[in-house]
């Protein structure tokens, strides 16, 4: 389970990050807290600070991706997180002294998707240069454990704080000076120890790797999964604390108990997949999709606290299974060559759509109320899986009609 960190530079990026993006989370729930504060409540307004965060990810993320494959990637890491934590620093201070307004937190998360666009590419694509393409699958699983740890623990302690002294500035302030353990872990490595590509990508382009996937039917169906996933289901940080809010009626803490289940459930079902060698079926993608589908609708139908609590444990945990088995099956099915790119496109794909589909949901969730914005993602979700598996089935059936020796 925890074979890839007996190698000391992934050991020391897990500890980095491990306090990184606990705190992370720890400011979400308080920026989050602070819209609906600021804002009486409207799931609009939420829904615009999630634009302005992931709009950035829409239109730099392939270039992020580019970058990745031409530049040093342990550098572009630790340039990313001093500029994360600026922005962090200046929103805190702003808020601390009373002058954060919507336009304020509207700025920074913009700022910090900037950054995020590329950052994320960068950082997955540098597990495998950590480990090698052996491990990729094993440190990819536990890169997905201790960023659900965090989400566990981060937001359990942004409510305490929250609650105890009143002060979101804090929080945030906290946050602001993690990012510097992500960079003491990344120039404490040994640049000599990493498995990098000996190929040069100095002229990588975008264009090259967009044919390089749709060259490939087995990347296709993933992502496009990833982009009904991610435009309609991923929007947790929007329906989350309208539900707690709105329809239980609960203060900061139990706001965070909801993010602490999603968190759990994605926690375990990260541990679960650290186990898987090789890379994972089709079908295996399409079936994750397909419980997401059906565990989301379930919890925003919940008729009480404790079952939301329940049903979004479950929720997460299929979140999580479809999110790894999609990215392992892309990551180790396209050329190393193109690592970076693919992954930013998967990023692109599955986080960039986000924007979309907040205004979306947070539109419906203004209607209709909290529950829809839960269900409406997981009844599409369902429904794209579907659709998946039936083309899946029809595909396997005429190549089997043609060679009889077919094996997925």
Not at 140 to 159: D, H, K, M, Q, V
Not at 212 to 226: E, F, I, K, N, Q
Not at 311 to 327: E, Y
Not at 375 to 389: D, Q, R, S
Request: with cysteine; proline share 4%.
């Amino acid at each position: 389970m925890f074979s890839s960190l007996s190698v000391r530079n992934f050991r020391l990026f897990v500890m980095g990050q491990l306090v990184s993006v606990m705190c992370t989370w720890i400011m979400i729930v308080a920026q989050d807290w602070l819209v609906l504060s600021l804002t009486g409540d409207s799931g609009t307004a939420l829904g615009l600070v999630t634009v302005a965060q992931f709009t950035p990810t829409l239109l730099l993320t392939l270039y992020g991706g580019r970058l990745a494959d031409r530049y040093d990637k342990r550098r572009l890491l630790v340039m990313a997180n001093l500029a994360a934590g600026a922005v962090s620093l200046l929103l805190a201070l702003a808020v601390l002294s009373g002058r954060a307004g919507l336009g304020v937190i509207l700025v920074a998360a913009a700022a910090l998707g900037a950054v995020a666009a590329v950052e994320m590419p960068t950082r997955m694509s540098f597990v495998a240069e950590l480990v090698g393409s052996d491990l990729m699958p094993n440190a990819s699983a536990l890169s997905a454990a201790y960023f659900n740890a965090a989400r566990i623990i981060g937001p359990a302690i942004a409510g305490l704080l929250i609650s105890g002294t009143g002060s979101v500035g804090t929080v945030m302030l906290l946050n602001a000076f993690s990012y510097l353990a992500t960079v003491v872990g990344l120039l404490m490595m040994r640049p000599e120890e990493l498995h990098r590509s000996p190929v040069s990508h100095q002229d990588a382009r975008i264009t090259d790797a967009l044919r390089h996937v749709t060259s490939r039917p087995d990347l296709v169906m993933p992502l496009a999964l990833a982009a009904v996933v991610g435009l309609f289901g991923f929007n947790f940080p929007l329906t989350l604390p309208l539900m707690a809010k709105t329809v239980f009626h609960t203060g900061a803490a139990s706001f965070g108990l909801l993010t602490t289940a999603v968190a759990i459930g994605s926690l375990f079902s990260a541990i679960s997949s650290t186990a898987r060698r090789g890379r994972p079926r089709a079908a295996l993608v399409t079936g994750s999709a397909l419980a997401f589908g059906v565990f989301e609708t379930a919890a925003g139908l919940a008729p009480s606290f404790p079952a939301a609590v329940v049903l979004l444990a479950a929720t997460g945990f299929a979140s999580v299974s479809f999110a790894q088995t999609a990215n392992h099956r892309i990551q180790l099915g396209s050329d190393p060559a193109f690592r970076g790119r693919v992954m930013a496109l998967y990023t692109l794909i599955l986080q960039g759509t986000t924007p979309l589909g907040a205004l979306l949901i947070g539109q419906l969730c203004e209607h209709f109320g909290a529950r829809s914005g839960l269900y409406a993602g997981g009844l599409v979700t369902l429904l794209a899986a579907v659709v998946a598996l039936w083309a899946q089935r029809r595909t396997r059936k005429e190549t089997s009609s043609r060679s009889p020796q077919y094996v997925e």
